[in-house]
């Protein structure tokens, strides 16, 4: 494995840690991807309410920032791999629970998004930590393109499997398989991690430093406006899709083939991206990207039928990783320039996601107080566009960075 990535990247500097932290991340898109497509519609068919599976969101936006900075100062102070393990084991404690509790899951949905939050923010925290650390920046878009493969690939697998479990089974037996799958991937993801390198970090958590940076580093602020975009786009895509081709099929298989198709398009052009968009061509994927992105929300909601959603998700599934890999890898580039990146890295990954989650927040509250004002059935197209439009909006936040100016000013 080690010889085929380093012929596909046509470089000898794949170390053996970067590839570990690919297994984990493939692990747990594939356990996750197994399970959390059908969490909301799950609850959805216990509380026909959207009000309710907004809530939900809206406690695992709100956990997901607060446990990241609690999680910055532990991995200040221990082992961030262990960081890594503790939102595993959270993660599967949730899947458990969802499991648990059983036809009353709607009724415990604060409790449940934000023990998904909780465990989302050691997860992640820990995980672009390390992606920062293992990766240089003439690896940085062979990671995150293949990282993409690897999740496209659980996108494509995860949700027809447990949909078609679901459908085969009765609701309990069906998701007690599916969370059972997801508990062992998450298990042997923790055993892998104990193949990293130990990475201890020194010095104080400074978060309220990397916070005011905004101030004298312009393309810092840039960044995190644009993540601001990014998650209101995000906050409500992520659940609002999911229930809405439910809503139009009225089946869970369905629901599957969707991310199949959606997922097997970004698999494809993962790859292809990874070897194509080189760093001067960053700015120009983005903004295509994100206007393509845009576009296809009218097909979206314009959808009466499977082979129109089924074509939505073939064009988002082309044009996501054409602004997912760019986006992401500027992202990092731009943190290493900035001040002191090196002692301060935990703490502008935790920003970072602050200004990421604080989008997702408010595209949920713009979602329940919209569904106050106009009935859902009516308003959630609307909805979808106004959100839709982040990832567009993104581009005029970062068009300005410029990386050379950034480290002439470092020096």
Not at 29 to 40: D, Q
Not at 76 to 98: C, E, H, N, Q, Y
Not at 163 to 185: E, K, M, Q
Request: with cysteine.
């Amino acid at each position: 494995m080690m010889r085929m990535l380093k012929t596909w990247l046509n470089q000898e500097n794949v170390s053996r840690d970067l590839l570990l932290l690919l297994l984990i991340g493939g692990l747990y898109s594939l356990g996750i991807f197994l399970s959390s497509t059908f969490v909301n519609i799950y609850l959805w068919k216990q509380s026909n309410s959207y009000s309710e599976i907004a809530l939900y969101n809206l406690c695992i936006y709100i956990m997901q920032p607060l446990t990241f900075i609690l999680a910055g100062k532990w991995t200040k102070r221990i082992d961030r791999v262990i960081v890594l393990r503790a939102g595993v084991t959270v993660l599967s404690l949730f899947f458990l629970m969802v499991l648990i509790i059983g036809e009353q899951a709607a009724s415990y949905n604060l409790f449940l998004g934000s023990l998904l939050g909780v465990g989302y923010g050691f997860y992640w925290l820990a995980f672009n930590v390390l992606t920062f650390e293992i990766t240089e920046p003439d690896t940085r878009d062979f990671f995150n393109g293949f990282l993409g493969i690897l999740q496209s690939f659980g996108g494509m697998t995860g949700p027809l499997f447990a949909g078609f479990v679901i459908s085969r089974l009765d609701n309990f037996t069906g998701y007690t398989v599916i969370f059972g799958i997801s508990f062992t991937l998450f298990i042997v993801a923790v055993i892998v991690s104990f193949g990293l390198s130990r990475r201890k970090a020194k010095g104080n958590f400074s978060f309220r430093r990397i916070m005011d940076e905004r101030k004298n580093n312009d393309s810092w602020n840039r960044i995190l406006q644009a993540h601001v975009s990014q998650g209101f786009r995000e906050g409500t895509f992520l659940f609002a899709v999911s229930i809405w081709i439910f809503l139009l099929t009225k089946s869970e298989f369905s629901l599957g083939v969707f991310n199949l198709v959606y997922s097997g398009f970004s698999f494809l052009f993962f790859f292809l991206v990874g070897k194509w968009v080189r760093p001067r061509y960053r700015k120009k994927a983005i903004f295509f990207a994100g206007l393509a992105l845009s576009l296809s929300v009218f097909l979206l909601i314009i959808s009466d039928s499977l082979g129109l959603l089924l074509l939505y998700g073939a064009i988002a599934g082309i044009f996501f990783p054409f602004f997912y890999v760019p986006y992401v890898s500027l992202t990092y580039d731009v943190i290493g320039k900035s001040w002191n990146a090196g002692e301060m890295r935990i703490e502008y990954i935790v920003v970072r996601e602050i200004f990421l989650d604080g989008g997702r927040v408010l595209s949920i509250l713009t979602f329940l107080l919209a569904i106050m004002i106009i009935p859902p059935e009516t308003g959630i197209p609307y909805i979808l566009l106004i959100v839709g439009a982040g990832h567009l909006l993104v581009y005029f936040f970062i068009k300005d960075i410029n990386l050379k100016k950034m480290k002439f000013v470092q020096e």
